[in-house]
């Protein structure tokens, strides 16, 4: 029996009554649900698991779950080339899951891996940098202090700032510019 063409309404059609058969125990029925079917969900094992005998492992858990499952397929929900091509994929995806990491055949390709992590002189420099911030806020007035830390390192708005406070927001606009002003001249000292 030649393989399922998706083309072919009647096939479709075909390949669910053969399904709903294999539910009854036609085992040829099952035999021709694998003709028609296998060479299809051989491809979608192969693609998700990129190596030929997994996949072909997989595909044979597969029909084995299809003759013992094939009851649970309903016509009105999926068709069964649907039905198949989930059942493959997902058994697929769970073998993949379930098999241990590859280790890396050439550790020289660690290298080429990128290191977003900050390094040591940065951290240092960071540490540095955030400590002279710290000091220069000290040196504003209270409320300037609090507006600026919560507008740059809250992400407040000046409109949410001005509501929380009871303020004008042209105030708190000025309030917090020459606050900066007085940081920027604290900070290049």
């Given at each position: 029996?030649?393989?399922?063409?998706?083309?072919?309404?009647?096939?479709?059609?075909?390949?669910?009554?053969?399904?709903?058969?294999?539910?009854?125990?036609?085992?040829?029925?099952?035999?021709?649900?694998?003709?028609?079917?296998?060479?299809?969900?051989?491809?979608?094992?192969l693609h998700v698991l990129r190596d030929?005998?997994?996949?072909?492992?997989?595909?044979?858990?597969?029909?084995?779950?299809?003759?013992?499952?094939?009851?649970?397929?309903?016509?009105?929900?999926?068709?069964?080339?649907?039905?198949?091509?989930?059942?493959?994929?997902?058994?697929?995806?769970?073998?993949?899951?379930?098999?241990?990491?590859?280790?890396?055949?050439?550790?020289?390709?660690?290298?080429?891996?990128?290191?977003?992590?900050?390094?040591?002189?940065?951290?240092?420099?960071?540490?540095?940098?955030?400590?002279?911030?710290?000091?220069?806020?000290?040196?504003l007035e209270p409320r300037r202090r609090?507006?600026?830390?919560?507008?740059?390192?809250?992400?407040?708005?000046?409109?949410?700032?001005?509501?929380?406070?009871?303020?004008?927001?042209?105030?708190?606009?000025?309030?917090?510019?020459?606050?900066?002003?007085?940081?920027?001249?604290?900070?290049?000292?």
């Amino acid at each position: 029996m030649p393989e399922l063409d998706p083309a072919d309404p009647g096939a479709a059609r075909r390949l669910d009554a053969l399904l709903e058969q294999v539910a009854t125990g036609d085992r040829q029925a099952f035999e021709a649900v694998y003709q028609l079917a296998s060479g299809r969900l051989f491809a979608i094992c192969l693609h998700v698991l990129r190596d030929r005998g997994d996949a072909e492992e997989v595909l044979q858990d597969v029909f084995t779950t299809v003759w013992h499952k094939a009851a649970q397929f309903d016509r009105g929900k999926a068709s069964a080339m649907t039905w198949l091509s989930m059942a493959a994929r997902n058994r697929a995806i769970d073998r993949l899951r379930a098999a241990p990491p590859r280790p890396l055949e050439d550790i020289a390709v660690a290298e080429e891996i990128a290191d977003f992590a900050p390094q040591p002189g940065q951290v240092a420099e960071q540490a540095s940098d955030r400590e002279r911030l710290d000091d220069c806020l000290d040196t504003l007035e209270p409320r300037r202090r609090s507006l600026i830390r919560l507008a740059f390192l809250d992400g407040a708005s000046y409109e949410e700032l001005a509501r929380r406070i009871g303020s004008p927001l042209g105030s708190v606009k000025s309030w917090i510019r020459r606050g900066l002003g007085q940081l920027r001249v604290c900070l290049e000292r």
